[in-house]
C-alpha cells in the first residue's frame, strides 16, 4: 500500500479562492515533498518540509505538518487557473532506504 | 542541462513481445527510480536503485525487471510485456543528500495490445 495518501482525490474551487489537500502517511519519515504534475508530464518538486518543522511557506504555498498525526497539508491562497494540475505528496528519508513513495494525488481544477 | 530523458516516449507493443526503457540522467544523482502511473492509483514505485550496480524492488515490481550499469543510467525491462502494462512510465533521480528533490523525466507512454 502507498506512503501517502492525499485527500480530496478532486478539489474544484474558482479563482482567487484557497485549496487546501492533505496528506497522511504511515510511517516515521525524515521529510515530505510536494510535487505537481500538469496533465500528461512529469511531476515538479513544489516544497518540502523537514520532520523537525511544523510549517513552510513558499510564496503562495503554504505546507505543514503534523507528525503525531502523520499528516501534512498544501494550501495554495488566491488560486488561479494556471494551478490547474494533479499534487502529489511523497515521503522517504534515509529511514527509507532510499525509497520515495508518492500517494495518489488530489487533482485540482481552479476555474476562472 | 537535459536533467532526466526518456527513451522512447511512445511504444506499442503486443502481448508477449519484449522491451528496455531507458532512463538517462546529467546530474550525477545516486538514487533512480522507475514508476507507472495509472488513472486514480497516482504513481507506484516499480524499482529503484540507490547506487551503480544496485536495485531494488518496489511496490509493483513483477513484470520488470532493472539494471543501473552505469551511474547515469537506468533501465527498465519488460520480459513478456501484458495488457496490464499498459501505462505512463515515469524514471526519476535524487542526489543521495537526505531532503532533495527528485527530478523526473517526460514519461513513456505505452501500449500493449
Known amino acids: 500500500s502507498q506512503q501517502g495518501e492525499e485527500d480530496p482525490q478532486a478539489l474544484s474551487i474558482q479563482e482567487g479562492e484557497n485549496a487546501t489537500m492533505n496528506c497522511s502517511y504511515k510511517?516515521?519519515?525524515?521529510?515530505l515533498q510536494w510535487y505537481r504534475q500538469n496533465s500528461g508530464r512529469g511531476l515538479v518538486h513544489l516544497i518540502l518540509i523537514r520532520s523537525n518543522e511544523r510549517e513552510k511557506h513558499s510564496g503562495r504555498l503554504r505546507v505543514t505538518l503534523d507528525t503525531s498525526k502523520k499528516s501534512s497539508s498544501l494550501l495554495i491562497t488566491a488560486s488561479r487557473a494556471a494551478d490547474t494540475a494533479s499534487y502529489f505528496c511523497?515521503?522517504?528519508?534515509?529511514?527509507?532506504?532510499?525509497?520515495?513513495?508518492f500517494g495518489q494525488g488530489t487533482e485540482l481544477s481552479v476555474k476562472p | 542541462n537535459a536533467g532526466v530523458t526518456q527513451t522512447p516516449k511512445f511504444r506499442v507493443l503486443k502481448t508477449g513481445q519484449s522491451m528496455t526503457l531507458l532512463c538517462a540522467q546529467d546530474m550525477n544523482h545516486e538514487y533512480m527510480y522507475w514508476y507507472r502511473q495509472d488513472p486514480g492509483m497516482g504513481l507506484r514505485l516499480i524499482h529503484y536503485?540507490?547506487?551503480?550496480?544496485?536495485?531494488a524492488k518496489g511496490e509493483v515490481p513483477d513484470g520488470y525487471n532493472v539494471s543501473r550499469l552505469k551511474k547515469q543510467n537506468f533501465l527498465l525491462g519488460l520480459e513478456s510485456a501484458a495488457p496490464s502494462q499498459t501505462s505512463v512510465y515515469f524514471c526519476a533521480s535524487r542526489s543521495r543528500v537526505d531532503g532533495t528533490e527528485a527530478f523526473f523525466g517526460q514519461g513513456t507512454r505505452l501500449t500493449v495490445v
Open positions: 536503485s540507490v547506487g551503480e550496480g544496485t536495485t
Open positions: 510511517t516515521s519519515i525524515n521529510n
Open positions: 511523497a515521503t522517504g528519508g534515509y529511514n527509507q532506504g532510499g525509497k520515495l513513495i
